[in-house]
């Protein structure tokens, strides 16, 4: 959604220990995984507690994570499907209009208009909103920096979970 939310995480003391450790690499790759989903589950939070509810809350409910790559070079990021997304994060310019579709449904749900006259109700939503644009919400920027700290401070902790873990391992 927002390109430039990006956390680099350092893992050189889980790469340590992986070299030091190679017979575990399963406990160091579960303590990755483990901080890759923990950190997407808060920014998830974050973001979706600032998503605009609307009319069904079907934006904020599409907010998910995605994993992808290996332990050593796993990204995460969160996602939405919906179309709708990227125009309420970072608002709308004028001269363009949204969809009338969309704003029809709004119209009946939220304003209780019905199907005789929404279409022409959605007609004057649009061309406003094309006139004027929208603001946007920036949901995905405010929440990234509402969880970084914890985030950071999750993954932080991951090389002595994993350490603890070994340890233990060792001393059966």
Do not use: C
Not at 81 to 96: C, I
Not at 154 to 165: H, T, V
Request: hydrophobic share 40%; no cysteine.
């Amino acid at each position: 959604m927002a390109d430039n939310l990006t956390l680099k995480i350092d893992t050189k003391d889980l790469e340590k220990l992986l070299k030091r450790f190679p017979s575990f690499e399963s406990i160091i790759f579960e303590e990755i995984n483990a901080a890759m989903h923990g950190g997407l589950a808060i920014f998830q939070e974050q973001i979706q507690g600032r998503t605009p509810v609307g009319v069904s809350g079907d934006l904020r409910k599409s907010i998910m994570p995605v994993v992808r790559g290996t332990p050593q070079n796993l990204q995460g990021e969160l996602v939405t499907s919906l179309v709708y997304g990227e125009p309420v994060e970072r608002g709308r310019e004028p001269g363009k209009w949204p969809p009338i579709d969309a704003i029809e449904l709004w119209v009946q749900r939220k304003l209780g208009i019905g199907p005789d006259e929404s279409r022409s109700v959605a007609f004057l939503i649009a061309r406003k909103i094309g006139t004027v644009g929208t603001q946007g919400a920036f949901m995905f920027e405010k929440g990234f920096e509402a969880g970084k700290s914890a985030v950071e401070k999750l993954w932080a902790l991951a090389p002595e979970k994993a350490a603890r873990r070994i340890e233990a391992e060792l001393n059966k």
